[in-house]
């Protein structure tokens, strides 16, 4: 059952406001996933989810496991996730360098606790409202990489 209250796109709203919702789920495990649509937009989790646009770079040789996908008339979001042998500087390097060359801002940080090393590449593109933040660790000889989107649109 549904709650009588969302939380939708950093708005709270009665259900009545979102007019019809329907809320779908499909297998369980690593092929499950859910779907929940609205007049507002709809929000896929798992293995539903959307994949990323084009304009957020794809790592090499990754098997991505897409985590949620957003969507309403003015944001498209989403975020996925993967774990690659490459070290982290690599691919510290390949987001920078990728980003870059899409016409985004860059910036990176990087640091070291309790012995693991990590960090995060977020992109701007201001022109075109998107970002991208990657952050990424490392973890038992892996580098774990989680990708965020965002793209705003004005109508």
């Known amino acids: 059952m549904l709650a009588d209250v969302y939380v ?4 709270v709203k009665d259900r009545e406001d979102l007019g019809p919702t329907t809320m779908t ?3 369980e495990g690593a092929t499950g996933g859910m779907e929940v649509k609205s007049s507002e937009g709809a929000m896929k989790m798992g293995a539903n989810a959307d994949k990323a646009p084009d304009w957020v770079p794809a790592y090499p040789g990754s098997s991505p496991q897409y985590t949620y996908s957003a969507t309403n008339p003015n944001e498209q979001t989403g975020a996925f996730a993967f ?3 490459d070290e982290l500087e ?3 390097s390949f987001y920078e360098d990728q980003l870059k060359s899409r016409g985004f801002t860059v910036s990176k940080m990087t640091g070291t606790s309790e012995g693991k090393t990590g960090g995060m590449v977020s992109g701007q593109d201001k022109a075109n409202n998107r970002t991208v933040v ?18 705003k649109r004005w109508n």
Not at 8 to 11: C, D, L, M, Q, V
Request: glycine share 4%; charged share 15%.
């Open 90 to 92: 690599k691919v510290f």
């Open 8 to 11: 939708n796109w950093g708005r």
């Open 83 to 85: 774990s690659t042998s």
């Open 25 to 27: 789920t499909t297998d």
């Open 134 to 151: 990657t952050s990424v660790a490392t973890e038992n000889d892996h580098t774990q990489v989680s990708v965020t989107f965002s793209a």
